[in-house]
């Protein structure tokens, strides 16, 4: 991969533009990075308090009963953004892995197969949860299959 740095005084906020012939797991990780150095800030609720997470605390993200959980490494918090507005803040290091499910990529443990073609993906903390068939073929890429 070629990398180029230009340096210019008209700039006023840096900028980063990726040129490439196909959308790689390499590219995929490398804007991922990029995104990642600007990290943002998730707030969270723990019954009355308001938690300040960065995105590497962060587990899974999970849609129960119509409320957001947020799982971390040992706690579970509630969350008032939407899904969708939590995959866009939480970057790269998160997939979807089914309609009401994000995980954090970093601490995955194992996949084993299941019933019906879907697959059950267990995270480090002990966090499981089925990966449906429609988000499969996307996380098979990220791993290589």
Avoid at 36 to 57: C, K, M, Q
Avoid at 85 to 101: A, T
Avoid at 109 to 115: G, H, L, N, R
Wanted: proline letters at 3%; one cysteine or more.
């Amino acid at each position: 991969m070629k990398v180029e740095v230009r340096i210019s005084t008209e700039i006023k906020e840096p900028y980063v533009v990726i040129y490439t012939n196909e959308l790689t797991t390499e590219v995929n990780q490398i804007a991922a990075l990029i995104d990642n150095a600007t990290e943002s800030i998730i707030t969270v609720s723990d019954n009355e308090r308001i938690v300040i997470l960065r995105p590497d605390e962060i587990y899974m993200v999970r849609v129960e009963n119509e409320k957001l959980i947020v799982y971390c490494k040992t706690k579970k918090y509630s969350c008032g953004k939407r899904l969708y507005e939590l995959e866009n803040l939480l970057g790269g290091n998160f997939m979807r892995i089914s309609k009401s499910v994000l995980v954090n990529l970093r601490y995955l443990d194992c996949v084993e197969p299941s019933i019906g073609g879907i697959m059950l993906l267990v995270l480090k903390n002990g966090g499981k949860d089925y990966i449906s068939r429609k988000y499969l073929p996307a996380f098979k890429k990220y791993l290589g299959l």
